[in-house]
């Protein structure tokens, strides 16, 4: 929370926020702000700053209700509705519940997770826009375990070897909504899907709108196949850029707090949802809000094109 000692950044210069990363390639926390209260145009811009550094930020003990984390997340852009598949909260459409059973269905099997990059993913990448950034509010944590981990695609981009950068430079990928393989779903899955679908062609290198970086931009969950590939070309390639874009030294682990918020830049991270959570009985409720995205562009400057559905607009009332 608010902090009244002095802070400055390693120039020696005065900030609002202190920030201290907490690994070598992602993830910094973030303090000397109250998150309840409008933040001072300087506190935006290097909280800006920050994200496009770090690319996920933590912010401890803040404890926003509703109207707090939508007017949080305003001041950093326009908002999406919850969710644009799964809905939202009522009386509240432009918040997500990422609430512990909505995901049951998945896990009732027992199935178990058999590969390391299985359910990473950056926020809705089946759009044509996908959302740009993402701020998640710990409400009902677990007394242990339901961790949520980051990478950072920038780092695994640069990561691999300058011959391999060249190949993929100039690939594309399939990005759609699909029920996870051999899982359970949920019931109406299906009917959703049929409504609002979505399906999206983007470079398998997205250059970040705002910092120029390259990102590798491989979205698990979403990416089904990489274009002009035969299917086994494809899914090898794949598997080597998943497992290479989650190695432990790209990642960090957060463990959460009630009161905690974390902010990522979905256009160069993806991130983990726990699933350890489903082996104890502790609750685990969270709320999401996300923030308009543009349509990626690759390092030949081509956009993405859409496959089907509707880009993800600012909600407006009616
Ligand atoms: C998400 O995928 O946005 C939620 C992450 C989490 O539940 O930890």
Known sequence: MSNTAMLHNIAGAPTEIGVSPVSIHIGAEIDGVDLTKPLSAQAVEEIRAALLKWKVLFFHDQHLDHEQQLAFSRQFGELTVGHAVFGNVEEHPEIYSIAKHRKANRYKTGEKMEKPW???????????????????????????????????????YNGLSETLRGF???????????????????????????????????PLVRVHPET???????????????????????????????????????????????????????????????????????????????????????????????????????????
Request: net charge negative; charged share 25%; glycine share 8%.
């Open 168 to 202: 993929v430079d100039g690939l594309r990928g399939v990005h759609r909504f699909a029920p996870p393989q051999g899982a359970d779903t949920f019931e109406d899955y299906q009917e959703l899907l049929k409504k609002r679908g979505q399906a999206s062609e983007h």
């Open 118 to 156: 299985t359910g990473w993913h950056a926020d809705i990448t089946a759009a044509i826009n996908p959302p740009s950034a993402s701020i998640l509010r710990g409400v009902n944590i677990p007394p242990y375990g339901g961790d949520t981990q980051f990478t950072n695609l920038v780092a695994a």
């Open 212 to 318: 120029g970086e390259r990102a590798l931009y491989v979205s698990p969950s979403f990416l089904k196949s990489i274009v002009g590939l035969t299917p086994r070309e494809s899914e090898q390639l794949l598997e080597l850029l998943w497992e290479h874009a989650v190695r432990q030294d790209y990642t960090v682990r957060f463990r959460w707090k009630a009161g905690d918020i974390a902010f990522w830049d979905n256009r160069s991270t993806c991130h983990l949802a726990p699933s350890d959570i489903f082996q104890i009985d502790a609750d685990r409720q969270l709320y999401r809000t996300t923030l308009v995205g543009d349509v990626p562009v690759g390092v030949d400057g081509k956009p993405s094109n859409s496959l089907e559905g509707e880009p993800i607009l600012a909600y407006a009332a009616e």
